[in-house]
Structures are given as structure tokens and as C-alpha cells.
């Protein structure tokens, strides 16, 4: 994709949202198409009550919160919602460059398990940047009221990362 430094601009790797909080031991961002429910999870696993959106006149940034399992520290980040890592706006820029460059131990990417083709673009694009990618199937209840199945495991072959599903509301 041709994605660098010099492409993006040559300072985006000395802002200081590129580093690990202190006594973190794993970074993990949460990317996904916007209104999939990535702020939700955020908030779930770190207590916040985060509150965000991609429209004209809202701010639009990265959302960190802390998490404690098993004796480790996460430092999680929400990015906005994008469609694609072919930035066509701010907020897509973003999460973008936090994708390429953000040097996370993790990406989960979040997809609408109702219109889940339309989300596994941009799951494609993040895995030709890091290995270290976990699809997370959410709004797994509303594709049922629309007879929608997916199957996790045939879904985890075929794109070789772990699927895991959210029932959290």
C-alpha cells in the first residue's frame, strides 16, 4: 500500500499516542468500521463510559482506557471508525496511522456480523499489516433476527486468525 513515515509525514512516529503507557505490559487497539460497537467493548473491558462518533463537528481522536487480567496490564485503544486504511478523512487518517505505525501488540478488529462482507475489507487490509490481528464478530443476536448464521470457526480458517464473538450488551 506503499504506507511510510515520509508518506504520512515524517513526525507521526515521534507523538507521544505511539507509546505504551508506563507499567503496561500489551497494547491492544480495537479498529472496525464505524457504528459496529468498538466504543461498547471498549467500555466494557475498562469501566469508561467513552462516547464517540465520525460526524462533522465532533472530535475526533483515539480513546485510551486501562484493563487488568490475570495479573497483566493492557493499555486498550478505541481508534474511529474507518472503513478502509485508504484514509479519505480525519478520522480515518487516525486509525490508520495508529494501524501502520501505532506499533500495538494487538488489533482487534470489530465487524457487524449483519452486514459482515462489507466489514471483512477492512479486516483484510489490517491483516497485510500485522500478523497480530483477532476478528471479533459483534451484533451476533440482530444477524439472527434476520436469519443470518455465521460460522466462527469456518471464518477463523479461512482468513487463519482467531474469531471470537461478543454477547455483551
Avoid at 507523538?15 to 468500521?33: H, L, M, P, R, S
Avoid at 497483566?72 to 474507518?82: A, E, I, Q, R
Avoid at 480458517?157 to 474469531?163: A, C, E, H, M, W
Amino acid at each position: 500500500m506503499g504506507l511510510t513515515s515520509s508518506s504520512t509525514g515524517s513526525k507521526i512516529m515521534e507523538q507521544d499516542v505511539f507509546e505504551k503507557a508506563i507499567g503496561c505490559d500489551y497494547t491492544i487497539c480495537f479498529a472496525g468500521n464505524p457504528n459496529v460497537g468498538k466504543t461498547s467493548i471498549f467500555n466494557n473491558l475498562t469501566g469508561m463510559h467513552q462516547h464517540t462518533g465520525n460526524w462533522p463537528g465532533k472530535t475526533v481522536a483515539n480513546a485510551y482506557g486501562m484493563c487488568n487480567y490475570e495479573d497483566k496490564n493492557f493499555l486498550l485503544v478505541d481508534l474511529p471508525g474507518t472503513y478502509s486504511l485508504m484514509s479519505n478523512s480525519v478520522e480515518e487518517e487516525i486509525a490508520r496511522n495508529y494501524i501502520c505505525f501505532g506499533n500495538s501488540d494487538l488489533c482487534v478488529v470489530v465487524a457487524d456480523a449483519t452486514s459482515l462482507e462489507r466489514n471483512l475489507n477492512l479486516v483484510l487490509q489490517v491483516l497485510e499489516m500485522t500478523p497480530n490481528v483477532v476478528l471479533c464478530v459483534n451484533l451476533l443476536d440482530e444477524a439472527k433476527k434476520k436469519s443470518i448464521k455465521v460460522d466462527l470457526d469456518k471464518l477463523s480458517k479461512l482468513l487463519n486468525i482467531p474469531v471470537v464473538r461478543n454477547d455483551c450488551k
